[in-house]
Structures are given as structure tokens and as C-alpha cells.
């Protein structure tokens, strides 16, 4: 079954690159093969912290709730999947929480922010996480897989959804837009999530959801009043080629904020 997820993977990321090229939605900014390889090297270093952090915990624990019942999902006699569906959908719900957290704890948004520092928005961006960001959503993933009581099956299915939906709605493609704005009411979509990876703050705090578009709905942070040609995508002081470097991005959530501001009020006295 491993080959099977691996290889659906590889075939959607390699599908949308190629309908990427054929109709893009928004204005390559940087060369499309320095962008994907950048951000695929950047996503080996979160796939190292995945394998290594991530997985033996995620093993571990939802092994755990399945053998003793644990979480809420256990407390009721569901048909398995049943008791699956809502596992998925729970994750998803609480994924939307974690993700408005990354961008309004400054600590969070220190790594997060190496996600959005992205000067295009495509599939490849999708995989593009600081290292770190996965260290520290360990945590977070523990409690999930504890308080809902998810099993190894419910992770992996919703693990294999996460891939392709998130694939498709960072990916760089013109639907047709009667299309579009029907799949918006079900699911996130690359207009939608456009909005949210703009350099703009009040636009970006919106359009969080990783899968259905319901948890944007039921906050109110669902929003699709802004044309993807009025964007710039990226994070603000990252606009340039030369701030968005790989040795950049992975070094910079560590920079010393305070010593930097202190550095300059110096050089301005
Ligand atoms: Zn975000």
C-alpha cells in the first residue's frame, strides 16, 4: 500500500506541474525550475524531520488509541468508518485551528512564514516547510491523534487526502471559474488559497482551511472578493529573488529579531 500512496503522490504533484504549464492562473514571478527545485529542497528538509520526529509518534500514539480505546471517537461503538470519516474530518477541523495558530503566535510565525516566503504559488509550494515548523507541529499532531482517537488506517487516509488536496489548491491552474467557485463551496481551491498567500496582511488572514472550505465558512474568514492579478504573493521584506534563498529561508526563523532592530537603530544614530 506504501507504493501505491507514493506513487498517487508523485502522479497528482506530476499532473498539476504539467497543467501548470499549459494554463497558469497568476504571472510566474521567478523561473518555474528554480522555484520547484528550491522548494522541493526545502521540503527534503521537513521530509527529514517528518520521517524522523514525525512518524515515530504518530506510529506510536495511534497505535496506542486503537489498542486502548482512547479519545473521543473511542467513547462511542461507531461502524469503523464511520468512526473513520469523522476522524478525517476532525483532523481537518483542527488542522484549520493549528493553521490561523502558525500565523498569530510570533514563534510559529517564524517558521510558517518560510512556507509563505514563496515569490510564486505552485503544487511544489504545497511541500514547502521549514524543518522546523514540522518539529514543532509534532506536538500539536500528539494532541490531535489523542483527543480525537484517531487509528493508524484514519491518519494514513487523511495523511493521503492532505497530500492531494493541498497539492491542488497551492497549484498554479486556471479552472474555469463556474467550476471553481462550485468546488469552494465543498473544498479549498487554488483561487481561494491564492488569497491567502498574499503579501497582504488582512487578506491573508483568510482562506485557512487545508481541506473543506466549511471551517472557513463557520469563522467567517472565507473570502473571494480579491482578483488573483491584484496579489503579490510572498511575505512582506522576502519580495526579492535574493531574500528568498535556500540557505535564507532555512537560516532565517533563527535570526535575532532584536539584535537586528538594535544593529540598525546604531548604524542610524
Ligand atoms: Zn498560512
Same mark, same amino acid.
Given at each position: 500500500?506504501?507504493?501505491?500512496? %507514493?506513487?498517487?503522490?508523485? %502522479?497528482?504533484?506530476?499532473?498539476?506541474?504539467?497543467?501548470?504549464?499549459?494554463? @497558469?492562473?497568476?504571472?510566474?514571478?521567478?523561473?518555474?525550475?528554480?522555484?520547484?527545485?528550491?522548494?522541493?529542497?526545502?521540503?527534503?528538509?521537513?521530509?527529514?524531520?517528518?520521517?524522523?520526529?514525525?512518524? =515515530?509518534?504518530?506510529? *506510536?500514539? /495511534?497505535?496506542?488509541?486503537?489498542?486502548?480505546?482512547?479519545?473521543?471517537?473511542?467513547?462511542?461503538?461507531? @461502524?469503523?468508518?464511520?468512526?473513520?470519516?469523522?476522524?478525517?474530518?476532525?483532523?481537518?477541523? /483542527?488542522?484549520?485551528? &493549528?493553521?490561523?495558530?502558525?500565523?498569530?503566535? =510570533?514563534?510559529?510565525?517564524?517558521?510558517?512564514?518560510? $512556507?509563505?516566503?514563496?515569490?510564486?504559488?505552485?503544487?511544489?509550494?504545497?511541500?514547502?516547510? $521549514?524543518?522546523?515548523?514540522?518539529?514543532?507541529?509534532?506536538?500539536?499532531?500528539?494532541?490531535?491523534?489523542?483527543?480525537? !482517537?484517531?487509528? =493508524? *488506517?484514519?491518519?494514513?487516509?487523511?495523511?493521503?487526502?492532505?497530500?492531494?488536496?493541498?497539492?491542488? $489548491?497551492?497549484?498554479?491552474?486556471?479552472? @474555469?471559474?463556474?467550476?471553481?467557485?462550485?468546488?469552494?463551496?465543498?473544498?479549498?481551491? =487554488?483561487?481561494? $488559497?491564492?488569497?491567502?498567500?498574499?503579501?497582504?496582511?488582512?487578506?491573508?488572514?483568510?482562506?485557512?482551511?487545508?481541506?473543506?472550505?466549511? &471551517?472557513?465558512?463557520?469563522? !467567517?474568514?472565507?473570502?473571494?472578493?480579491?482578483?488573483?492579478?491584484?496579489?503579490?504573493? !510572498?511575505?512582506?521584506?522576502?519580495?526579492? *529573488?535574493?531574500?528568498?534563498?535556500?540557505?535564507?529561508?532555512?537560516?532565517? @526563523?533563527?535570526?535575532?529579531?532584536?539584535?537586528?532592530?538594535?544593529?540598525?537603530?546604531?548604524?542610524?544614530?
Amino acid at each position: 500500500m506504501k507504493w501505491l500512496r %507514493g506513487a498517487l503522490i508523485v %502522479g497528482t504533484f506530476a499532473l498539476l506541474y504539467v497543467l501548470e504549464n499549459k494554463r @497558469p492562473l497568476r504571472r510566474q514571478v521567478e523561473s518555474k525550475e528554480i522555484e520547484t527545485f528550491r522548494n522541493l529542497a526545502i521540503a527534503a528538509t521537513a521530509g527529514i524531520a517528518v520521517n524522523f520526529l514525525e512518524k =515515530p509518534v504518530t506510529d *506510536q500514539l /495511534t497505535k496506542f488509541t486503537k489498542e486502548k480505546r482512547f479519545g473521543l471517537l473511542k467513547l462511542f461503538r461507531l @461502524p469503523k468508518g464511520l468512526e473513520t470519516a469523522f476522524a478525517v474530518v476532525l483532523l481537518d477541523y /483542527t488542522l484549520y485551528l &493549528w493553521h490561523v495558530l502558525t500565523h498569530k503566535i =510570533p514563534l510559529l510565525w517564524r517558521f510558517h512564514k518560510i $512556507h509563505h516566503a514563496d515569490l510564486d504559488l505552485t503544487a511544489a509550494t504545497a511541500i514547502r516547510f $521549514h524543518f522546523g515548523e514540522i518539529a514543532i507541529s509534532v506536538i500539536f499532531r500528539a494532541a490531535q491523534i489523542l483527543l480525537i !482517537g484517531v487509528s =493508524p *488506517q484514519a491518519l494514513q487516509i487523511w495523511q493521503t487526502l492532505l497530500f492531494a488536496s493541498i497539492f491542488f $489548491h497551492h497549484s498554479n491552474i486556471d479552472l @474555469p471559474k463556474d467550476f471553481e467557485e462550485k468546488l469552494q463551496k465543498i473544498i479549498m481551491t =487554488p483561487r481561494l $488559497h491564492g488569497i491567502h498567500h498574499s503579501a497582504e496582511k488582512s487578506e491573508m488572514d483568510s482562506n485557512w482551511s487545508s481541506g473543506l472550505t466549511a &471551517w472557513d465558512y463557520l469563522h !467567517g474568514t472565507f473570502r473571494r472578493d480579491v482578483a488573483q492579478d491584484k496579489i503579490t504573493i !510572498g511575505v512582506k521584506g522576502f519580495i526579492e *529573488q535574493k531574500d528568498v534563498t535556500f540557505a535564507k529561508m532555512l537560516l532565517e @526563523p533563527f535570526q535575532n529579531y532584536e539584535l537586528q532592530i538594535n544593529n540598525s537603530s546604531i548604524r542610524n544614530s
